[in-house]
């Protein structure tokens, strides 16, 4: 996972603060707290696999000396009962962790499969399907690195490494050209600046003004494609807005470079993924 472990680990120990708090006091109360089991981590329904290291993080955070033995890597498909991950220890860290790691496994093996889903559907045409900063507030560098698992690519990651000029920066600023002009002022020769238009007529300024990325929102199929050909060798062109699994195709057809789109974070369906605890055993003494 490219996140750094102990930016995963602040991330997590934060989670689990919120969901335990004073302590797990169902799971406190029924069982002894030397006991010992196995868990067993399993697909209940087809999928690609995402964030193990994450559900490993959770546990290994809780009782350190937990065995943790991953079967599956991210990226691998899941079929029914794919066995992910076998978990050999502290009986009381197995149930406490349990939710919030499938939490992050079903929601990261859900963005990795809806990726890879439109992936496969523009693979005839030399586009890049990617996501949107509609990610869930704590959850970006995770739900970011489920898309690249799933064969997408990022975005931007957060509003400091990317200029994209927006309909509300252009009303601020009293037009694409003078919202490209200041954004080429205030920033260093080597940021690219993107300009989102809603028109052909927006799509001539933003060329006339110079950007480097144009991104027709919520066009239609026949006018990206009229927008494609009037912007040609001039600029990279991204469509964006609406774009799902019954339009994908289409878009990817006309031509564009970049297909954004927000639904593989903002409301992806979480992958059904379960753990199986076994028999509940005293420690040897």
Known sequence: ???????????????????????????????????????????????????????EA???LLAPELQFTTHLQDGNRLEVRSVIATITGSARAILTGERLALNLLQRLSGIA???AELVEQVKPHPVRVVDTRKTTPGL????????????????????????????????????????????????????????????????AEA??????????????????????RQIGSKALVEA???????????????????????ALTHSVRALDISLDIGEIKAPPQ
């Open 1 to 55: 996972m490219e996140l750094a472990k102990h930016t995963l680990q602040q991330l997590i120990a934060g989670w689990l603060d919120e969901d335990i708090g004073s302590g797990d006091i169902t799971t406190n109360s029924i069982v002894p707290a030397a006991a010992v089991t196995t868990g067993i981590i399993h697909a209940k329904q087809p999928g690609i696999l995402a964030g193990v290291e994450a559900a």
């Open 113 to 115: 499969t809806q990726t």
């Open 240 to 262: 964006s807005g609406g774009i799902h699994s019954t339009t994908i195709a289409a878009v990817a057809a006309t031509g564009v470079h970049i297909i954004s789109v927000g």
């Open 140 to 203: 970006r560098a995770l739900e970011k690195y489920a898309v690249r698992v799933g064969g997408g690519a990022n975005h931007r990651l957060g509003l400091y490494d990317a200029v994209l000029i927006k309909d509300n920066h252009i009303k601020v600023a009293g037009g694409i050209t003078k919202a490209v002009e200041k954004a080429r002022a205030a920033n260093r020769h080597t940021v690219k600046v993107e300009v989102e238009v809603e028109s052909l007529s927006g799509v």
């Open 207 to 228: 060329l006339a003004a110079g950007a480097d990325i144009i991104m027709l929102d919520n066009m239609d199929v026949a006018t990206m494609r009229r927008a494609v």
């Open 58 to 60: 959770v546990f290994k």
